[in-house]
């Protein structure tokens, strides 16, 4: 089970801010160690962390492929039916960067076409918060 980190030390650890909305994590070559730093919404609502997705998600272990180039620095967090899965912080839309590093990995032609209509959904949603000088 997930452990506890103290919460005055997990934002050095990982090397970020707590997200409002994101979950962010941070994979310790060192220490084959994989840290959460939990949204601020999570941290609010959730009693206990370990029982948030993402600690059930790093339960499951992690696929070291998938980590591939991104271990020791900060990465925004998605959940997969295999665990957790990073998308590189540089990106302002951890979302759309899934969907990129989806796209790499060769879909189906079916896929393919749902990848290309949520991409198409999230970048015109994305533009209309810009609008509103959201982001």
Same mark, same amino acid.
């Given at each position: $089970?997930?452990? #506890?980190?103290?919460?005055?030390?997990?934002?050095?650890?990982?090397?970020?801010?707590? %997200?409002?909305?994101? %979950?962010?994590?941070?994979?310790?070559?060192?220490?084959?160690?994989?840290?959460?730093? %939990?949204? !601020?919404?999570?941290?609010? =609502?959730?009693e206990?962390? *370990?029982?948030?997705?993402?600690? /059930?998600? #790093?339960? !499951?272990?992690?696929?070291?492929?998938?980590?591939?180039?991104?271990?020791?620095?900060?990465? @925004? #967090?998605?959940?997969?039916?295999?665990?957790? @899965?990073?998308?590189?912080?540089? &990106? !302002?839309?951890?979302?759309?960067?899934?969907?990129?590093?989806?796209?790499? $990995?060769?879909?189906?032609?079916?896929?393919s *076409? !749902?990848?290309?209509?949520?991409?198409?959904?999230? *970048?015109?949603?994305? =533009? &209309?918060?810009? /609008?509103?000088?959201?982001?």
């Open positions: $089970m997930t452990e #506890l980190v103290d919460p005055t030390e997990i934002e050095l650890i990982v090397g970020a801010p707590r %997200h409002p909305d994101q %979950h962010i994590g941070r994979a310790v070559s060192d220490e084959e160690t994989v840290y959460i730093l %939990h949204s !601020q919404r999570c941290k609010d =609502s959730t206990d962390l *370990r029982l948030c997705p993402y600690s /059930k998600a #790093l339960d !499951q272990g992690i696929d070291v492929e998938d980590w591939a180039g991104y271990v020791d620095r900060p990465v @925004f #967090l998605v959940i997969l039916s295999r665990g957790l @899965f990073p998308v590189p912080i540089e &990106r !302002q839309d951890p979302v759309l960067e899934y969907l990129d590093r989806l796209k790499e $990995m060769s879909p189906s032609p079916s896929l *076409r !749902q990848i290309a209509e949520l991409e198409s959904a999230r *970048r015109a949603r994305s =533009s &209309r918060s810009t /609008k509103r000088g959201g982001l």
